[in-house]
């Protein structure tokens, strides 16, 4: 069949929906309607879309996944070769070729736009983050030099601790041997003078 008589298939089909329709509803097996009608799947499914396009029908609910094809049936006007036409011509300047490639074009300069700008946006936080990252790992080297100089420091003042413990030990064994130790057995030398002897008795009864 030609498609320049669409307007009749959907004439046609029209009717046998009509026919089987209740209270205005058609509700069934499209595929059946449109045998009777005398059109295959292909015609079937131009003719309804011509017929909801001109507003003669409003698809309710399509057969699929075994539901029954619901339509209800606004109009039952017969659809005129002029309908057909004008809706055919309206089909066409909608899937123009040049406003489809214009809109592609549109789309892909777009999209590319966005993905240089996601791109860019990226790379500046990978630089940050790797700035950032610089930063912190100059900024613990520095604390472990830091914690390497304040641990030598302390060895070296543990060394002088102990020198300076050391002397001071040194020099109380010369002060006693000096001024005498009331646990040796050589009693001091009596000294002539009396005040300096009453100095001295004092001296050694501090240190005891």
Excluded: W
Excluded at 30 to 53: P, Q
Excluded at 138 to 158: C, K, S, Y
């Amino acid at each position: 069949m030609a498609r320049t008589n669409l307007h009749e298939l959907a004439t046609r089909l029209l009717d046998e929906l009509q026919a089987s329709a209740v209270d205005g509803v058609f509700e069934g097996k499209l595929r059946e309607v449109s045998a009777r009608a005398g059109l295959n799947s292909v015609r079937s499914a131009d003719a309804v879309k011509l017929l909801e396009e001109l507003g003669r029908i409003e698809v309710l609910q399509r057969g699929r996944r075994g539901r029954d094809t619901m339509i209800a049936l606004r109009s039952g006007e017969p659809v005129t070769l002029a309908d057909a036409q004008t809706m055919l011509g309206s089909r066409a300047t909608k899937k123009s070729p040049r406003l489809n490639y214009e809109d592609l074009g549109r789309a892909v300069i777009d999209r590319l736009l966005e993905l240089g700008r996601d791109d860019g946006l990226r790379a500046a936080q990978v630089e940050a983050f790797a700035s950032e990252a610089r930063q912190h790992g100059e900024r613990v080297a520095e604390l472990e030099a830091a914690l390497e100089t304040a641990a030598q420091r302390e060895t070296e003042l543990r060394i002088e601790l102990r020198a300076a413990q050391e002397t001071l030990q040194r020099a109380e064994e010369n002060l006693r041997r000096t001024m005498g130790s009331p646990k040796s057995s050589d009693a001091p030398k009596p000294v002539a003078d009396d005040d300096a002897q009453a100095v001295l008795d004092i001296l050694r009864s501090g240190r005891v």
